[in-house]
């Protein structure tokens, strides 16, 4: 199985940058992905890194480090709007009888103020 | 295009009765996948299809869940004897094909239950 941990809250700052780590345990791996959940909404991709490296899309960036097991989201420019909870999920080689669900971590709330 | 729909918003029942929580995927998806998300906790994954078969449903918590998908597309999922311990968001994802790609699973708004 897989053991996925981020921060469960974090603060900042309208047109700052945040970085929002995601490290991870996975008895193999095949894929991370980073949405973004708008309280009371469905969850939206964001992001998915398969390789070790940087994604860049617009103001959102995503690493990962497979030897580490780590993951972060970069939010830069921020605005009120990016206030969201944000998804880390891994997918990892499925226990016998499985498939190739992601599995999902808790989420940390970024609460951006003005 | 139409997103993934799911029915009812929101349900209200009591302890002991069964509720049934439908999903209408994206048109053309083959996979589709029910979640449940606590207050606080993440996703957990219930069951996952490919068409109308359900390869992994390791993580329905127990008997009284079931799930089904006719026709590749609408899916219900079930819960007998509801407890108050289901109360949760209840989502559903359809993603193109299987889910061994890098495509991203597309969720639906979610089904919020409340069991009194």
């Known amino acids: 199985g897989q053991n996925i941990d981020q921060p469960t809250e974090m603060t900042a700052t309208e047109g700052a940058i945040v970085q929002i780590n995601c490290t991870y345990q996975t008895s193999g791996f095949n894929g991370l992905f980073w949405y973004q959940q708008h309280a009371g909404e469905a969850p939206t991709f964001l992001s998915y890194n398969v390789l070790d490296g940087l994604e860049e899309k617009g103001r959102f960036s995503s690493f990962l480090s497979r030897s580490k097991g780590y993951s972060y989201l970069l939010l830069k420019e921020l605005q009120m709007k990016d206030s969201a909870s944000y998804l880390c999920a891994v997918r990892g080689k499925p226990a016998s009888g499985g498939s190739y669900i992601p599995t999902f971590g808790r989420g940390t709330s970024l609460i951006v103020h003005p | 295009g139409a997103g993934v729909s799911q029915s009812p918003s929101n349900k209200v029942t009591e302890k002991g009765k069964d509720v049934e929580l439908r999903c209408d995927p994206i048109s053309g998806h083959t996979a589709l996948y029910w979640y449940r998300q606590s207050l606080g906790q993440g996703l957990e994954f219930l069951i996952y299809?490919?068409?109308?078969?359900?390869?992994?449903k390791s993580g329905l918590p127990s008997d009284r869940f079931s799930a089904e998908r006719t026709g590749g597309s609408v899916s219900t999922l079930t819960i007998q004897r509801t407890q108050q311990e289901d109360s949760a968001v209840y989502l559903c994802?359809?993603?193109?094909?299987?889910?061994?790609?890098?495509?991203?699973?597309?969720f639906g708004p979610g089904t919020r239950l409340l069991v009194l």
């Open positions: 299809f490919q068409g109308n078969s359900a390869p992994d």
């Open positions: 994802a359809s993603s193109p094909t299987s889910p061994l790609t890098r495509e991203t699973q597309y």
